[in-house]
């Protein structure tokens, strides 16, 4: 064993065979304090880059959605605009649909519009707004409709927009039709007395709380908010028989009943005009504008940096969902193809 203090000289002088001794050094442990600067310093950068693309977004110009090609002549100098509406009719969906037809509308090389509908309906307001927003569109440039897997109650609402000039294509698996309006409701009372759940709140007024799924509803409650709904009802009506040349009021009473229909089925009942697919919508439209060569276009609203970073984490956070659970008690006026509210994908 060679001693340490022993010089190496006086060691190959005594003709022993000299040993390397390695020592491995474990290295000091962070403490606490180091990692909490640490994580400290990572939310901090987060916290100034979320305010830097917060001043960014607030200051920069929106140019809207992006146009993205679609099929025909890329090279072509007219356009056909695609504008989808897919899934549930809500925000914040909404405003990008909005914002599509604004685009179309005041983009003078769109010659015309083919409206791609694949929506089981949505919110009452939000379709009306939809509508509304293609009764100026139609006005500037010719539509033609393509439906596909569904086109129901607020999907075939938002249909009309085009006019009654308009041509109603639909696949031949597509679902339409579905005229009516609902407010989704479960009456948990009988759950509620079984657990001793009582319902007290304080309100101002008798219908304050109407709609509370811990009590049955009154006959004056039901009248008030059947009143409510016919309205939403009549004005459904309304819309399709003021754009469909094939149906006048007395026929969409008739098939005003919720019932969906088949594509065959609806184009028995004058619902639609033609089975078929979207590129035969638009040829159809092609042949109207008188265009063999077109360019045709979608448009894509690309999310926001905010949106992609804190989207997934904000989604997580308790008072995120504890906001989405009130909300979902919130009386929802719904021209919508099922008995509960439904979940957006678009």
Known sequence: MIDP?????AVSAAGTQPQVIIQQVQPPRRSWVTRFLFISLVFSMLFNFSLFSQVQQHFSVSTGPIERFHSGDALAENKIAVIEISGTIMPPFTGKILR?????????LVKGVLLSIDSP???????HQIYHELTKLRKKKPMVVAMKRIAASGGYYVAMGAGENAKIFAEP??????????????DFSEIAAQYGIKPDPLKTGKFKDTLSPFRPLTAEERDLWMHILDDSFTRFKNVISENRKTLDAKKVVELATGEVFTSTDSLKNGLIDEIGFEEDALESLKTQLGLEKVRVINYYTQPTLMEVLLGSVQAQQPETMWKTLLEATVPKAMYYFSWAPGIPTW
């Open 121 to 127: 309906g949505g919110l009452v307001a939000d379709s």
């Open 5 to 9: 203090s022993q010089p190496q000289s």
């Open 100 to 108: 599509a037809i604004k685009k179309a509308t005041e983009d003078d």
């Open 173 to 186: 698996t597509t679902w339409t039709g579905s005229i009516g309006v609902i407010i989704p409701r479960i």
